[in-house]
């Protein structure tokens, strides 16, 4: 059974960091491509980043890039997202997501498993 956990969320005012975990079981996050979406009440859901199977490419949503870092820990088999200089339009639930069949990375439906979300609130 697959499981992925997602930790570190919380409430920060602009400016500051979160980092957040995501713990994987049963599957490996070095085979498959692991991703991060966020959801606001009422708004789509936006690809955040993600990371490819062997950790060589790396994507990133626009509104995110040179702020955000996806960066994934074989040994402990968890993926993580380093958030900085966030912003109030970063409040959102993350979810981490796991795509086992090389599909295009920043395509949510694509993705094969999913966790519950943790939620980030940056304050202004």
């Known amino acids: 059974q697959v499981q992925l956990v997602e930790s570190g969320g919380g409430l920060v005012q602009a400016g500051g960091s979160l980092r957040l975990s995501c713990s994987a079981s049963?599957?490996?996050?070095?085979?498959?491509?692991m991703g991060w979406f966020r959801q606001a009440p009422g708004k789509e859901r936006e690809f955040v980043a993600a990371i490819s199977w062997s950790g060589r490419n790396t994507y990133y949503g626009d509104s995110v890039k040179g702020r955000f870092t996806i960066s994934r820990d074989n040994s402990k088999n968890t993926v993580n997202l380093q958030m900085n200089s966030l912003k109030p339009e970063d409040t959102a639930v993350y979810y981490c997501?796991?795509?086992?069949?090389?599909?295009?990375?920043?395509?949510?439906?694509?993705?094969?498993?999913w966790g519950q979300g943790t939620q980030a609130t940056v304050s202004s």
């Open positions: 997501a796991a795509d086992l069949y090389g599909s295009t990375a920043f395509v949510g439906d694509e993705y094969d498993y």
């Open positions: 049963g599957l490996f996050v070095s085979s498959a491509t």
